[in-house]
């Protein structure tokens, strides 16, 4: 087997592993037995545990933005477009809820190099998207996007941390909050289209 696809199978079953079990009850000695390879094999890839669950955000963090981009590629409406971002990232941050807080307590150099530039990244997908739509005359030209592409990040993290509620409510809150949000923003034109397709964008977001 390539090195390549040695990695990436490892990368898979540690990937699934740690959201099932949780970080620090999954160990290379498990990943090993469940892959029936030898813990040599695991080190030749990655150094260390750290550098694993490193690896799996990030390649966690790579289908996430290919999903994205997918979506974007099809939508040519911009406020359309920030709420699939919202929805796309905030799913992504409310299904990993557990797993982050565990890293952030037990592996915090971990947390730390995986969440050093994502928020930005986020909030610069979102900010490109709300210019788009302040310069088709949607957003009125007085809203402030740049505080506003921070807010609606912000509203992804504060679900996040909403654990008494399930994966399910906690995205349906996500996209109810981010579609009022952005209808505060709207021109008295937009608002009027988007209450017409209200019902519509929201089954086409509670597919993906």
Do not use: W
Request: aromatic share 4%; hydrophobic share 35%.
């Amino acid at each position: 087997m390539a090195q390549d696809d040695t990695r990436e199978l490892i990368i898979q079953t540690a990937s699934k592993q740690f959201l099932l079990q949780g970080c620090k009850k999954v160990t290379m000695d498990n990943i090993a037995t469940m892959m029936h390879i030898s813990k040599r094999t695991i080190y030749e890839q990655f150094e260390n545990k750290e550098e694993l669950l490193l690896a799996c955000m990030n390649s966690h963090n790579d289908r996430t933005e290919q999903i994205l981009k997918k979506c974007l590629s099809r939508e040519e409406e911009p406020l359309i477009a920030t709420m699939l971002i919202i929805k796309i990232s905030g799913d992504f941050l409310v299904s990993h809820a557990h797993l982050m807080e565990e890293i952030k307590d037990s592996y915090p150099d971990v947390y730390q190099r995986f969440t050093k530039d994502r928020p930005k990244e986020d909030e610069n997908h979102v900010l490109v998207q709300l210019k788009k739509a302040q310069e088709r005359g949607s957003i009125r030209p007085n809203a402030n996007i740049e505080i506003a592409s921070h807010m609606l990040i912000n509203i992804c993290k504060i679900m996040r941390e909403e654990h008494h509620l399930s994966i399910k409510e906690r995205s349906r809150i996500l996209s109810e909050t981010t579609f009022t949000y952005l209808r505060g923003l709207m021109t008295t034109e937009a608002i009027e289209l988007y209450n017409s397709k209200e019902n519509e964008i929201k089954k086409s977001l509670a597919r993906l």
